[in-house]
């Protein structure tokens, strides 16, 4: 029933969360003709896209008024209509909580949500970034208590996203996507499905097992950046440039992928996602050392990059106490504007509590709301113009993020101490002794 709906192009896909990941979908099952109904709780998301208008950085208002356009394409937030989907995606925030222990609280509420309108013979898919168990456990247990029985009345499936904002070689039709089932059946309703709008759909056995390739996925990234970050802080013992080392060890044709160290972990996925392992793997008598590790190990980074700052200005007979700091950079990675655990937020308290004061520059991001979207850290500050009159308050500057667009050259020409923690500098002739890798 379902694959011939799919295969006919009538089924009616629900997506739930138009975030980053779920509006890409609504696009992608628009464009193949499939009747969408997007829910979220946020009615202002649903009225900007009645209006056609994108509230996503890197899609398009024109890709959203094209699915209005068709009539095909409904956002709402009455939870209700879930009744009308023959297929429906999850695809809700699954961060840490203070305690920095996975917060299910989006998928639950999402649950308890659609429990009471889900129905017979429809397909529902988790794609949220969770730990292995998930849907076997939690996501199974919540919809059955709508009296259905999972894998038996209707399909449950888990597919993790692998959104990547911004990325110009991939988009959410060319990634690959993992799909596991709780049922042989389910599966072969979800590759129909999902190959429907995306070029390659991997089945795996189960969905614990694709639960932990997402996981797999970036704790791979995770280790690997502790890696080179805890070489860069030897390396710094002894006078060895790391990101030389790097670049040579990259020349290897095989078995070597590089990774360059920075001033620490920021971003939704990588300093996220390996903890939510890490919290199931307790429940097994087993401590995740490696990830731990690295956890330790990329934290500790952002305090050696504060105890650079306090070598390079005592170098200069300066101290952090009173120093007139300019951090470029407050975006947790080059060339975007989110700043979800970006190291800068900790660093500028780091250098305050330390008496410094900072101020910083960053042209994706105009200013830092009052309580920054991190929740730690209740700070107020706007970006300040970049120009070389600005440059000559400051003691030291801080390369935080490296971002494309900064003339490095004029940076170093006019300033007197640069930290810099990414190499950014690294092709600046002039005024190299004035330049500290961090
Ligand atoms: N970072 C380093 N050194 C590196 C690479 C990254 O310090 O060599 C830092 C970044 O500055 C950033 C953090 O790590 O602060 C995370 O960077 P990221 O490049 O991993 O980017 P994210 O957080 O946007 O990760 C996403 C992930 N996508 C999904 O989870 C679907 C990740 O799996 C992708 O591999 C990554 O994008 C990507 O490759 O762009």
Redesign the pocket.
Known sequence: MLIEKIKNRTAVVGVIGLGYVGLPLVIEFGKQNFPVIGFDVDPVKVKLLLESKSYIKHIPSDKVSGLIDTKKFIPTTDYSRISECDAILICVPTPLDHHREPDMSYVVSTCESIKPYIRKGQLISLES?TYPGTTDELTKSILEKSGLTAGKDFYLVYS??????G?KDFNTSTIPKVVGAMTPEGLKNAVELYSAVIGKVVPVSSTRAAELT?LL??IY?NI??AL??ELKMLCDRMDINIWEVIDAASTKPFGFH??????????????I?PFYLTWKAHEFDFQTKFIELAGEINNSVTYFVVQKMMDALNKNKKCINGAKILMLGMA???D?D?LR???ALKLIELLMDKGAVVDYNDPYIPSVPKVSPMRHYTIKMASVDLTPENLKNYDAILIV?DHSCYDYEMIVRESTIIVDSRNATKNVKEGRDKIYLA
């Open positions: 970034t993790p996203e692998r959104e990547d904002p990325n997402k996925e970036n990234r690997n950046i080179v970050n590089p990774f360059y160290p920075g001033p620490g972990l920021g971003g939704h996925c990588i300093p996602d947790y990675k080059k975007i989110d655990e970006s190291p993020t």
